[in-house]
């Protein structure tokens, strides 16, 4: 797991190698019974948070949460996200839970990179961008502030599935 260190956070990055395939049937499956729900997102879709399915990303995921905590994690909540052009995920943080994570299973472009910030910006105003590729995933702090910008791009598509976890 290769780490990247923003002021005293660190995020760090893997790559997720399981079946594409059942994750795409996945997908497909939240879309037709699940309407979604506006929070960070501005345009684009969200689902509420998933009670099923995933079960092999779901474990690699909490599998390596755990290797970044002292603490036994156990996943609260995960929830898909889908931006088209234009579309975006507004400055947020996920609240108390520990850690959070990103897996992107379909990156749209290099112009629609996580950027995570200082929680409290006017002490640290520098931005840090990472492009994800596709099947990467991000661990973070749940209190790191972190926005996705929009991709610019006709007919691009990016769908990431986020996490939390919990002690």
Known sequence: M???????????????KGDLNI??????HILLFN????????????????TFGFEELCNFMTENA???????LILENFWLNINKKGEYNKSHVHGMFGFSAVY????????????????????????YLINPMNQSCLFFSSMLPHSVKPC???????VSIAFNFGS
């Open 152 to 158: 610019s791009e006709d007919n691009h598509v990016r």
């Open 104 to 127: 992107y299973h379909k990156v749209c472009c290099e112009n629609a990179a996580i950027q995570f910030r200082h929680l409290i910006p006017t002490i640290r105003s520098e931005k």
């Open 35 to 50: 309407k979604g729900r506006s929070k960070t997102n501005v345009g684009g879709y969200q689902s509420n948070n998933i």
């Open 66 to 72: 755990n290797k970044l905590s002292s603490k036994k």
């Open 23 to 28: 994750i795409d049937k996945h997908i497909e």
């Open 2 to 16: 290769e780490e990247i260190t923003l002021y005293k956070e660190s995020v760090f990055l893997t790559e997720f």
